[in-house]
């Protein structure tokens, strides 16, 4: 059966419904600009199940959870679930953390970016610019041989495990439901102000992560692939699926009256560009040495790629450190140890960049 979401109108399709799904999820009450964010959902899921204590972000979200499902709905369906695994996966765990630490200082991963842009944050265009400029740096690690090395299949029993952790988090948020007021419930912890409070209801937001799982799987969908391929290929192809989410998320917007155009002000936000722009260099190197954007990531681990479920653990403890150790940002601005991360984090995934190349016959 031929693939449709992976011709170019397909990718299209599929930037568009992104788009959308992100607009009608900020109108039903996720926070704004944020309809989705995989890192700062990720991160919201790390202080839902304790393992940071940022009482403005604890919230176990739904749309995660589907990424993995519907990816893992395709995978099967489509007889493309491979479990593997066996790529360099403590460097992929440290790349997850720090992708994550640079996302949290611009506040948003490359999704939210785009989003926020088409929600009018003009704070977006430091960060997308700095998202390139990692990408870039990137390739040209990529040109000069830069490998993690080939994955091994596995045990079809590996490729379960990250979908079934993200399984036993939704029966947890369908035994211990939130109730007003209350911050903690069962096991899971629960913002009861802050962005952490904000949300869709739950049944849309784990239709609308099934259906964006489900389609993104089968369309390759990646915001740094679109870049990086852009850069190194001259390849368009994935980047019209980009292109497709902000102007889809655009329209969106302004008919929801959710438009606001402007630097200041903005929705989770802060207007040091300097970091909102070198935050995501750290992000986009990190993804960029990793193969895929933290969205990618989800949707790769949900087809059975150990790999990347180990970047996904990364960056889920990088949420955790960003917030124990004072490294996130805020709406006041850069957090108190943010600025140490990121020049610490560069200088790692330079290392990383320039060291990882293939074994010589015979090492």
Known sequence: ?????????????????IGIGAALLQYFGNPGNMGICVACFERDIAGAVGLHRAGVVQYLRPEII?????????????????PRGGSAPIVRFVLGVFAMIGALVFLGCPWRAMLRLSGGDFNAVLGITGLIVGVW??????????????????????????PAVFFGLLLLLLIYPQAEGEAKIGVLFYSIKGPGAMHAPLLISIIAGLIIGFIAQRSRFCTMGAFRDLIL????HLFLGVAALVIAAFVANTVLGQFSP???NQPVAHTQHVWNALGMVLAGLAFALAGGCPGRQLFLSGEGDGDAAVFV???????????????????????????????????????????????????
């Open 313 to 363: 653990i990364g960056m889920i403890v990088g949420a955790a450190i960003s917030h124990n150790f004072g490294l996130a940002s805020s709406p006041a601005g850069v957090g108190s140890n943010g600025i140490a991360a990121v020049v610490i984090g560069l200088a790692v995934c330079l290392t990383i960049g320039a060291t990882m190349k293939p074994l010589k016959a015979g090492a």
């Open 262 to 264: 402007g630097f200041e």
């Open 137 to 162: 740096i990137g390739t040209r690690f990529l040109k000069k041989g830069y490998t993690l090395g080939r994955a091994n299949r596995t045990s079809t029993a590996a490729g379960w495990v990250l």
């Open 1 to 17: 059966m031929k693939n449709v979401f992976v011709s170019k109108w397909g990718i299209i399709g599929v930037g568009a419904v």
């Open 233 to 236: 290929f001259r390849d368009f």
């Open 66 to 82: 589907g990424f993995v499902l519907g990816s893992l709905a395709a995978a099967l369906i489509f007889r493309e679930f491979r």
